[in-house]
T-cell receptor, first 114, second 111 residues
């Protein structure tokens, strides 16, 4: 089954404690991205990757890092989480942005930073 | 997620009626538009897309209309069912392949 898998689904952490949210897709998609979703603000792109070892900032990259060492994985790293990073995070992948293919989203990771 | 539906405009529709969800987009250079459905506790799910060289596209029970003159997009759902209850939002692809998402509309289907 084609899917994007994020882990964990829920995470509560303390300010400053580094964390990683994993994302994996089994569709051999080139394009992957991370979004955060906050009430009233919709989905905002954090980082995206056009292919292996190619990443770029989205609209709200501050406080986040990503890596794309393999095509299937695109982890999101918060080196020093802060309460304003409490949000619902989604990873997405698509075959090719230019091809117009729709994005497949993961189930989401609800992060709370206290 | 559960909090996604808060602070959103809500459309309440009787089961069996047609639903029309509207979206105003901002970038006249956007060339590709997508409608997503997000059920509570789940990630967004692709519904239908349309390119800027089209005015209308139909899927199964859904139709997307694009009016480039007024930068307006609409999603029509025929014979709305309880399973259609969700948050719906549009996305536009503009310059440099950047995709921007709308904030969404919550659809409530009344049985």
């Amino acid at each position: 089954e084609a899917q994007v898998t994020q882990n964990p689904r829920y995470l509560i952490t303390v300010t400053g404690k580094k964390l990683t949210v994993t994302c994996s897709q089994n569709m051999n998609h080139e394009y992957m991205s991370w979004y955060r979703q906050d009430p009233g603000l919709g989905l905002r792109q954090i980082y995206y990757s056009m292919n292996v070892e190619v990443t770029d900032k989205g609209d709200v990259p501050e406080g986040y890092k990503v890596s794309r060492k393999e095509k299937r994985n695109f982890p999101l790293i918060l080196e020093s989480p802060s309460p304003n990073q409490t949000s619902l995070y989604f990873c997405a992948s698509s075959l090719s942005l230019t091809g117009g293919a729709e994005a497949f989203f993961g189930q989401g990771t609800r992060l709370t930073v206290v | 997620g559960e909090s996604v539906g808060l602070h959103l405009p809500t459309l309440s529709v009787q089961e069996g009626d047609n639903s029309i969800i509207n979206c105003a987009y901002s970038n006249s250079a956007s060339d590709y538009f997508i409608w997503y459905k997000q059920e509570s506790g789940k990630g967004p799910q692709f519904i239908i897309d349309i390119r800027s060289n089209m005015d209308k596209r139909q899927g199964q029970r859904v139709t997307v209309l694009l009016n480039k003159t007024v930068k307006h997009l609409s999603l029509q759902i025929a014979a709305t069912q309880p399973g259609d209850s969700a948050v719906y939002f549009c996305a536009e692809r503009g310059g440099y392949q950047k995709v921007t998402f709308g904030t969404g509309t919550k659809l409530q289907v009344i049985p």
